[in-house]
């Protein structure tokens, strides 16, 4: 049963939002936003992700650009982090036993500064205390005392060995070289002169003697040398005992004041232990004159010897209220594992463990860590680094250097830090199915997808929740208020920024955009607050700024460069509609779509599709209107047909099957040799049974065609036809919604292609009765008995012999 087109009325092009149904007359009045808003999907995942301890459970977050995913996660995650703990702060000391390896400490929020502090002190304190120390009467008492009684004990030894000599005739002589036994005769050392005179007897008994008295001199020897030993022994024990006595004191009060923190009091037992063994670094050297320039540039690099004593605060919480929450829009490697720094030294390039720079890994911990996907897999190194750290449980900072260069150099190795850090990750829905795919770890570290829709259902409590959107927004820019008639036209602009009545648009940087350049405009016009008017001139002046090439066709339309009629019949030619895009603005156009028909074999084809400027499901469109053709008038034979569409005066890609409906009406015009209002405008698609089917770009459209109407004349007649199913996705501009209530302009609704050709012809394409056959007076009956014709030309014994179909193949005709 055929049906007819349905006109809309100027309250169905447009849905418009009741300032009476919000009980406030500003939004001065209203409380801030706290909750997500018109995404219970991804508050599902996100209260998921962040609840759950099991291992893997960190998030990603897919959605459409500008959907406000960053900001929604952020406000989320930090409201989550305020009721829990505060975690520890990271610090990192000298390790005495290995300096390559510097020791982690985790000590309650904000004391990791207070023990930097304290260390610092203790270190002013030990450079006083231990001079002192050793300047004090006692200590040189006791050394002197130690030094003289060796001194004693070596001049007895002497004394004894120089009386055993002297019993034998020798005498004991003190020489540069050592001792040096000489015979003595008659209280007189024999000179070598006289050793030569005497008798081989003589000689070979002073021989005899002198090995005797070498053993005997050999352990007067020992012996001072152990009275020496055992006196150094003592005044190194006497070091110890008096730094001992100088530091005890002062450590003691930091381990009473660190007596909660085992690893501090550890830390602090063997900061003790290298004072006293290097007390001597703390007293006052001999003053030395400057190195030259070549021993300076000969020598090593030296580090300052109280170096070891500092602390290095890798992570202060105690500015924190809650659990951290990291935003980490640069995530190189370094920035997310954190880095070893150097410092040149003449001709050298060092470092210590106070050059230990945290990563984002490191001050999230015990929190959240939100990262831009792309941004992260773009930095070489940084995806492998944060699976690395996230697969071990652990921050480990790490030289990248080392890992790429072929030479192993010494660095330092920090020891690691336990990883408890839920990870966000922030992406294109492309982007997660690339990695879902193509990396085996994805789909072990993230397991909760969170999906961010760009839209949500428009009810009251959601048309009451952009209210307070709004709000929160004044507040947030300290800006003026909007009276509930503003906040109404706001919401009308979520329905229209998602181009439906039923939705609005969750992409809510875009509206807050547009709630401040309002505000901008109020506060121009020196308002009090932001008015209906405010918003309504905020949104034409967004159109202006990106109107110049919708304004461009439009011109060579006027100026009739680009054909397009708006008024008067015309057989096989159409006005389709099209949406342009350029940037983040998107604009409808009408363009001229012509048919041609004749008898062949060819069927329908597309010279886009033949000259490669369409894309694929435009193509399938043309498919279908074949389909169609043979469902209404080839059941029982072959169609004979050739017939060409053509987008005219197009030179781009044209892709998207919405200008299917207008085509079939091109062919049918063409077939039937019935002509077509120039002054409607088609979109829709269409099967192959001929049912109508919803398009994008609807508002956009209509919005086109009016443009261009208006600029040559409104007739009064004029108007676009548009699918059924597209009834609800039609928010129109104020002009054109007052122009369609006063009859100026039209808007019609067809759900099938014969209500819809009616309207552009007159007249009805006509149903096959009982007997399969159309009224004879109907445009199917003139197309089939056309089509008749065109068979029988194909039939005649003069037709041309039938050409076999070609066919692509990667390019080569085949």
Not at 514 to 520: I, L, S
Request: charged share 25%.
């Amino acid at each position: 049963m055929e049906t007819s087109a349905v006109e809309l009325s100027s309250v169905a092009v447009r849905r418009v939002c009741d300032p009476n149904a919000f009980a406030f007359d500003t939004t001065a009045t209203l409380p801030i936003l706290n909750e997500v808003l018109g995404q219970p999907r991804a508050v599902a995942a996100l209260e998921l992700g962040a609840g759950i301890a099991s291992h893997g459970f960190n998030l990603f977050a897919l959605g459409a650009p500008g959907s406000g995913k960053t900001t929604l996660i952020l406000e989320f995650l930090q409201r989550r982090a305020a009721a829990q703990p505060v975690p520890p702060d990271l610090v990192y000391v000298h390790n005495f036993e290995d300096a390559r390896c510097p020791r982690k400490l985790s000590l309650p929020p904000g004391r990791g500064a207070g023990l930097k502090q304290d260390m610092e002190s203790l270190l002013h304190e030990l450079q006083t205390a231990i001079p002192r120390a050793f300047d004090s009467a006692e200590y040189s008492e006791q050394r002197d005392r130690l030094r003289e009684a060796l001194e004693a004990q070596r001049s007895a030894v002497l004394a004894q060995m120089e009386t055993h000599v002297k019993r034998y005739g020798f005498q004991l002589l003190k020489t540069p070289g050592g001792l040096l036994l000489a015979p003595v005769v008659d209280g007189r050392l024999i000179t070598e002169q006289e050793q030569g005179s005497l008798s081989a007897e003589q000689i070979e008994k002073l021989a005899e003697i002198r090995e005797r008295l070498d053993k005997v001199i050999e352990d007067g020897v020992r012996k001072a040398r152990e009275l020496e030993h055992s006196t150094q022994t003592a005044l190194r024990e006497l070091d110890r005992q008096t730094a001992r006595f100088a530091i005890g004191h002062l450590l003691d009060d930091l381990r009473v004041r660190y007596a909660d923190a085992p690893a501090v009091c550890a830390y602090l037992d063997a900061v003790q232990s290298d004072v006293i063994a290097h007390a001597d670094d703390f007293r006052p050297g001999a003053e030395a004159g400057p190195p030259s320039m070549a021993a300076m540039l000969m020598q090593a690099p030296t580090e300052s010897p109280f170096t070891r004593y500092r602390v290095n605060v890798l992570v202060d919480n105690r500015a924190l209220t809650g659990a951290p929450v990291v935003l980490e829009t640069n995530p190189t490697y370094h920035n997310l594992v954190g880095r070893i720094e150097h410092r040149t030294v003449w001709n050298a390039v060092v470092t210590d463990f106070t050059y230990l720079k945290p990563g984002a890994l490191h001050r999230a911990n015990g929190g959240y860590l939100i990262i831009p996907a792309r941004e992260c897999l773009m930095n070489p190194f940084a995806w492998e680094g944060l699976k690395r750290a996230l697969k071990d449980r652990v921050a480990r900072i790490e030289e990248l250097g080392v890992q790429l260069s072929p030479i192993s150099t010494v660095t330092l190795e920090p020891e690691p830090v336990p990883l408890e850090v839920k990870v966000v990750l922030i992406g294109h829905p492309a982007l997660y199915q690339l990695l879902l795919n193509y990396d085996e770890d994805f789909r072990k570290l993230f397991k909760v997808r969170a999906d961010f829709a760009i839209d949500m259902a428009r009810t009251p409590e959601a048309e009451q929740a952009y209210a307070l959107f709004v709000s929160t927004i004044t507040h947030q820019d300290a800006a003026l208020p909007f009276e509930r008639s503003a906040v109404a036209r706001v919401v009308d602009y979520g329905s229209r920024a998602v181009g439906d009545q039923t939705r609005l648009s969750t992409r809510f940087g875009d509206i807050a955009d547009v709630v401040r350049e309002a505000g901008h405009v109020a506060t121009r016009q020196g308002r009090a607050a932001v008015t209906a008017a405010d918003v309504a001139a905020a949104e034409s002046a967004r159109r202006f700024r990106g109107s110049l090439s919708e304004e461009r066709l439009q011109d060579a339309v006027a100026q009739g460069t680009l054909l397009i009629d708006t008024q008067g019949r015309s057989i096989a030619t159409i006005n389709g509609l099209a949406v342009y895009t350029v940037g983040e603005d998107a604009f409808g156009h009408p363009a001229r779509i012509t048919a041609s028909v004749g008898p062949g074999q060819r069927g329908v084809i597309s010279i886009e599709r033949e000259v490669e400027l369409s894309g694929p499901i435009h193509g399938k469109g043309v498919l279908i209107l074949s389909g169609y053709l043979v469902h209404q008038y080839g059941r029982e034979a072959p169609l004979g047909l050739n017939a060409s569409l053509v987008f005219e005066q197009s030179y781009g890609t044209i892709e998207g099957d919405s200008a299917s409906l207008a085509e079939l009406f091109a062919l049918i015009s063409a077939l039937a040799e019935t002509p077509l209002r120039q002054d409607v405008a088609v979109t829709g698609s269409v099967n192959q049974h001929g049912r109508v089917q919803a398009v994008g770009g609807v508002t956009e459209k209509v919005e086109g065609f009016f443009d261009v109407c208006r600029r040559q004349g409104l007739t009064g007649r004029q108007g676009v036809l548009i699918p059924a199913a597209n009834r609800t996705h039609l928010m129109l501009r104020d002009d054109l919604v007052a122009e369609v209530a006063a009859g100026r302009f039209h808007v019609w609704m067809v759900d099938d292609v014969a209500a819809g050709f009616e309207l552009l012809a007159g007249r009805r394409l006509g149903e096959r009765d009982a007997r399969g056959r159309f009224p004879a007076d109907s445009i199917n009956a003139a197309i089939a008995a056309r089509l008749a014709r065109f068979a029988r030309v194909l039939r005649s014994p003069g037709a041309a012999p039938r050409r076999s179909a070609k066919r692509r193949i990667n390019g080569v005709n085949a």
